[in-house]
């Protein structure tokens, strides 16, 4: 168990910087979010952490949707495990995803290691695998 959860912790850790707004840790006492006193301008109003078009988001926690497209995609990969741990997205003529995996080969008594999985989603089709890679722990 300590194999599989210390590459998912490292990368977390390693990552916190890009994790949008990421708690790990419920806070009850904290304040409920105020709201503005006065009203924006619809023309003053600002919407943060949406990325342009082209642009990658930064990682964040996988939706239901993020689930659902990475296993749909992986579905008939075979010979090595992939647990997503995060997502990034860009939005494209479809989206691609980046997930940041805790991947195994599918073989009793093998380690877990950092992996990065690259899909594609079209607006319209299936999506694909476009890459996978090992992350290099240095």
């Known amino acids: 168990m300590k194999q599989r959860f210390f590459p998912a912790l490292v990368i977390v850790l390693a990552l916190g910087g890009f994790v ?3 708690t790990f840790a419920a806070d009850a006492s904290a304040p409920p979010p105020q709201k503005a006193a006065l009203p924006l301008a619809p023309e003053k ?16 926690a996988l939706s239901s949707t993020d689930r659902a497209v990475f296993k749909e995609t992986m579905a008939g990969l075979a010979g090595v495990g992939y647990e997503p741990l995060v997502v990034r997205k860009q939005v494209v003529a479809g989206t691609n995803y980046e997930f940041i995996c ?3 080969v599918v073989y009793p008594g093998t380690d877990w290691y950092p992996a990065m999985v690259l899909i594609y989603k079209p607006l319209k089709g299936s999506a694909v695998i476009k890459k996978i890679s090992r992350i290099a722990a240095h």
């Open 20 to 22: 949008g707004d990421a």
């Open 45 to 60: 109003m600002v919407v943060k952490d949406v990325p342009k078009t082209g642009g990658w988001s930064k990682f964040d």
């Open 102 to 104: 805790n991947a195994r």
